[in-house]
């Protein structure tokens, strides 16, 4: 989803010492290459991105001039020296800005033909020898053929675990067909059915699809409704929105979505080991054998056979696929000999055409991005929908580049991902939603990365040494959320790309009955606060982060054996897909329940103590009384109990009391 961009500044004055320090003298060099972030001893220049536009059309974006140094700057000229698609305006100059004082300057991009467009302003000033210069991008997009009826949904106001359907019309009121080719709705209280993609509409031909409200929470809900089309290309907003200010007593609701569980797995699966046993409805491809460093072994050298596989398997097990970009090849790294890398010499280091500053061709990454891309578009199996940016670059054996870079990478990702598959998600590189990973976010955020992700993905590990309590992830989600929100961010898709207990030996994790405890436990707060996806990491793994099912060593084709914690997998996913949560998860104590419904007036509790253990195989619990509407309680075994006294056994791994 395409947001108003926000006004940036443009910064002159001297560099501050600290930010030598921290960057380093190349983030002092002057500039005159119009690159992004240009930064000299005395002037630093912001980019200005103008999203999308129509040809015809002109959007402007004002930009304040801030003068951070302790002397007067007179500004003589500001003037477009590339792209005749854009325009600056402002005061009469000359203009002299005082110390620490602001003046304005207004960027109009008027495009007269499709496409990605560039172009730079030259800032002359009495700070530098040197001129600034400030770049331009813009996508033009050509005015769409489709009408829409209605142009905007209002659900009203309906009791959560309810459901409301509206019909939407698309016209093709042009001369010429047009290729219907994708439909999205953010967040996880509306939903899209009914449209078959792609579709080709002739002239004056019309089609129809069904936007559904069904809340899950209390609360104001709104989203866009993005469709995507081509010959022309165009994107049509349909804004939505609904209200939900409590419980109902049920009716149809399509519930909690298969996608929501979604999964990652070693390179194994696709080349010696069967498909995992449980369900699921999207994969993450990362540890995979898939990154930037499997794929491109040489400077214009691709070796997609892996990649084709899991693109396969996807498509013969009906999930989507979530492609994570990292690890640069050692040929493409601006330091291939690094041997602090993770993941190998050299991996972590930005590509060698990009500088601290997030100026310079940038060629090599955007070459491997557009290849892949193409390749994607080419499949003859299934397609790659989302994207995220990068792996965890918070620490500097996954990334040990700057935010600038990053940023920049994440800006031409988006761009040539965009320009094949407008109904593409781009997502924010990744990071643990812990305190190290929300300083990084903060960085990232603070300096515009926000405006390049349509949704957000964190990694929702809560393990510290010796200490793991899973329910530590509602505080960590709402610090994340307050982070969003300071940002202008909180609007956007909320997605765990990555998570389980992690490493055993950190928090000394090691009983199989506490891990399926902790993956029932994490999948419902996960939906209780509102994420909209998690992938489990990671079914096979052979480190025990999260091993979900263990190989036999003498026959790997055969079904190996899935352990507790996988069995646990499954039977959550039973519990939830398809249920309504109907309120958030909360606890009384150490007593913690999360309320489920399904139509035909079926109501269930799943409750469990985190005040209880297990060990050996022995698990202890503790008396709970229950409402007595509850016939009957499942637990993960699949087993279901006749509820006969006025409490029941509850322990670490929750059970599921159902009043039919």
Request: contains cysteine; charged residues 10%.
């Amino acid at each position: 989803m395409d947001r108003p961009q926000r006004s940036s500044r443009i910064v002159l004055g001297l560099v501050l010492l600290a930010a030598s320090a921290m960057l380093g003298c190349q983030s002092l060099a002057s500039s005159n290459n119009g690159s992004p972030g240009v930064n000299n001893s005395a002037l630093m220049a912001s980019p200005v991105d103008f999203g999308k536009t129509v040809v015809g059309g002109t959007k402007t974006l004002s930009q304040t001039i801030h003068n951070g140094a302790s002397t007067p700057v007179t500004i003589s000229a500001a003037a477009v020296v590339e792209g005749t698609s854009f325009s600056v305006s402002g005061p009469q100059f000359p203009l002299t800005v005082p110390p620490g004082g602001d003046a304005g300057l207004s960027f109009s991009f008027t495009p007269r033909a499709s496409g990605i467009l560039t172009g730079k302003v030259s800032i002359t000033s009495t700070v530098s020898s040197q001129n600034t210069y400030v770049l331009l991008s813009g996508l033009a997009v050509s005015p769409s053929q489709l009408r829409v009826n209605p142009s905007s949904i209002s659900f009203g106001n309906l009791p959560i675990g309810q459901r409301v359907e509206q019909i939407v019309i698309l016209t093709n009121s042009g001369n010429s067909d047009v290729v219907v080719s994708g439909a999205t709705v953010t967040g996880n209280a509306f939903r899209l059915t009914g449209l078959s993609l792609p579709q080709v509409l002739g002239a004056n031909q019309s089609t129809t699809f069904t936007a559904v409200f069904s809340p899950v929470s209390e609360g104001s809900f709104g989203a866009l409704i993005n469709v995507a089309s081509k010959s022309p290309s165009s994107i049509l907003s349909v804004p939505i929105s609904g209200i939900s200010s409590g419980g109902g007593s049920g009716g149809t609701n399509t519930g909690i979505p298969a996608e929501f569980f979604a999964m990652q797995m070693n390179s194994g699966t696709v080349t010696r080991q069967p498909w995992p046993a449980s369900s699921f409805g999207g994969m993450r491809l990362w540890d995979s054998d898939t990154q930037w460093a499997n794929i491109n072994t040489s400077d214009g050298v691709y070796d997609w056979t892996i990649l084709d596989k899991w693109l396969a398997s996807s498509q013969a097990h009906n999930v989507d696929v979530l492609y994570t970009f990292g690890r640069i090849p050692a040929w493409a790294s601006s330091n291939p000999s690094d041997p602090n890398c993770g993941e190998g010499a050299g991996t972590c280091d930005p590509p060698k055409d990009l500088n601290p500053d997030g100026s310079g061709s940038n060629q090599l990454w955007k070459n491997f991005v557009a290849a892949l891309v193409a390749h994607n578009r080419a499949s003859n199996t299934a397609h790659i929908k989302y994207w995220e940016v990068w792996n965890e670059p918070y620490h500097t054996r996954g990334w040990n580049g700057t935010i600038p870079q990053m940023i920049r990478m994440a800006q031409d990702a988006r761009a040539i991902i965009k320009s094949a598959d407008p109904s593409a998600m781009v997502f924010t590189p990744s990071f643990v939603v812990t305190g190290e990973g929300r300083l990084w976010l903060e960085s990232y955020l603070g300096a515009g990365g926000g405006q390049y992700a349509d949704g957000i993905a964190f990694h929702g590990y809560v393990q510290r040494p010796g200490h793991l309590v899973v329910e530590d992830f509602n505080n960590y989600v709402s610090l994340l959320k307050t982070t969003l929100a300071n940002h202008g961010q909180q609007g956007k898709p909320l997605w765990d790309t990555e998570a389980s207990w992690g490493y055993t030996r950190i928090a000394g994790f090691n009983d199989l009955d506490m891990q399926a405890a902790f993956v029932a436990r994490f999948y419902l707060l996960h939906w209780s606060n509102g994420v909209d996806r998690f992938y489990w990491y990671q079914w096979n793994a052979k480190n025990t982060v999260g091993t979900l099912w263990k190989v036999d060593q003498y026959n790997p084709g055969g079904p190996g054996t899935v352990l507790k914690p996988g069995i646990a997998y499954g039977e959550i996913y039973n519990w939830m897909v398809g249920a309504t949560m109907t309120s958030p998860c909360t606890a009384s104590g150490s007593v913690w329940t999360c309320q489920l419904s399904r139509p035909h007036g079926y109501q269930a509790m799943a409750v469990w103590d985190a005040s209880q253990t297990c060990s050996n195989g022995v698990c202890s619990t503790t008396p709970y009384t229950y409402d007595r509407a509850y016939i009957k309680y499942r637990d993960f075994a699949g087993n279901a109990t006749a509820l006969s006294h006025p409490t029941v056994p509850v322990g670490a791994k929750p059970i599921l009391l159902e009043n039919q």
